[in-house]
Each structure stands twice: as C-alpha cells, then as structure tokens.
C-alpha cells in the first residue's frame, strides 16, 4: 500500500463516545472495548504520522437545538434526546488521544448523520489528497462505519476496515458485520498489518 494515496478516516472519536463521561460510552461499552479500540487507534496513528498518509476526522456535531434532526424516531432522535454531540459542549470534542495529534489531523466538518460523505466535503479533500485507500477506523461500527465504507466503495475507493480499531454495540454484532457484511466490500484487516503496510 502506498501511503501518498491511502487516508485513515476516523469516526466518532469524540467524548460522547470515548471520553471517561461520555453521554453514549455506554452504548459501545462492552467490557473494554470502546477503551482498546482507542488505544489501538493511537498506537497506529503513532505508527504512522511520519509517512505520507492522511489522516482525517469527521465528527459528528449538532446545533444547540438539533434542529438538523428532522426524523422522529431512530438513533438520531435517541442522540437529540440525550443530549449528545452537541455543539459547543465538551461531548462534541474530539477525545484527547486522538486530539493529541493536533496538525498532523485533517478535520472535515458538517457530518450530521451516519455517512461522512453527506454534506461534508469529504470527497473533495480525498480527491485533493490523491487518494485511492480509504481506511475506517471509529464507531459505530454497523452504523456510521457501515454507512461510510459502504459510500467509500460506491465512489470508487479501495476500502479496509481495521477489525480492532472499530467499536460495535455488542461482540455479536461487531463478529457480524466483520465476518459477513464488511467482506461484501471491504478488506478486513488490523492496525498492525497496516501499520507494516505503510512503513
């Protein structure tokens, strides 16, 4: 893999999901998971952020009044009623791990929903980068990761989802997705093959 046309993506990594006090840890909180699925990532972004590769962010943020949130039920209605992401508030910021990298991270914002391509200019950025690989690293994995990577391969990336560097609700759906949906599209793989990949 050549790092000039390959970017890690990341999703989610923000305080409602992974911070100690996170509105929705709960909801990826299996055991250790959301904490290894952290550690994981900044071990591979360590790994690489001296090579060519882009590393880019694509939160997800709402106005104080989620008034982007126009569905009356679903998750994004369960995210409007906790209080989550919302803009202005720590929830919303990018976990300190993640945060630590600081200009090595391209931030892309305006993700108000499950895909990162929609109404962001994500495309644009990758098509800028030259990129070619696209990396999926975040939560949640059969949501926003799914919903993403999915879009990644319509649009004509070569698409690689790191198995330990993405966070599910429960085990059995995390198994799921990696072992029947993601292969539909995507190379499965882990943070140490792409780290070897990429040095």
Do not use: W
Not at 69 to 92: R, V, Y
Not at 99 to 110: A, Q, T, V, Y
Not at 161 to 180: P, Y
Not at 181 to 194: C, D, G, K, Q
């Amino acid at each position: 893999m050549n790092a000039k046309d390959t970017a890690l993506i990341l999703i989610g990594f923000q305080n409602d999901y992974f911070g100690c006090e996170g509105v929705l840890k709960s909801v990826i909180e299996n055991g250790d998971s959301a904490n290894l699925v952290l550690r994981n990532t900044i071990s591979l972004i360590d790994s690489i952020k001296h090579t060519d590769v882009s590393i880019i962010s694509t939160p997800i943020i709402f106005s104080s009044d989620y008034s982007e949130i126009l569905q009356s039920d679903g998750i994004l209605t369960a995210i409007k009623e906790s209080g989550a992401f919302k803009e202005g508030t720590p929830g919303a910021e990018t976990v300190d791990g993640i945060k630590s990298f600081g200009d090595r991270l391209i931030e892309i914002p305006g993700k108000r929903g499950f895909n990162a391509f929609v109404q962001t200019d994500l495309d644009g950025v990758l098509a800028e980068q030259g990129v070619k690989n696209v990396i999926f690293a975040g939560a949640v994995t059969s949501i926003c990761i799914d919903s993403t990577a999915r879009a990644a391969y319509e649009f004509g990336y070569r698409v690689f989802i790191l198995e330990d560097c993405t966070a599910a609700r429960t085990d059995s759906e995390q198994e799921f997705f990696c072992g029947v949906v993601f292969p539909t599209y995507a190379t499965l793989t882990n943070a140490e093959t792409i780290a070897n990949s990429l040095n």
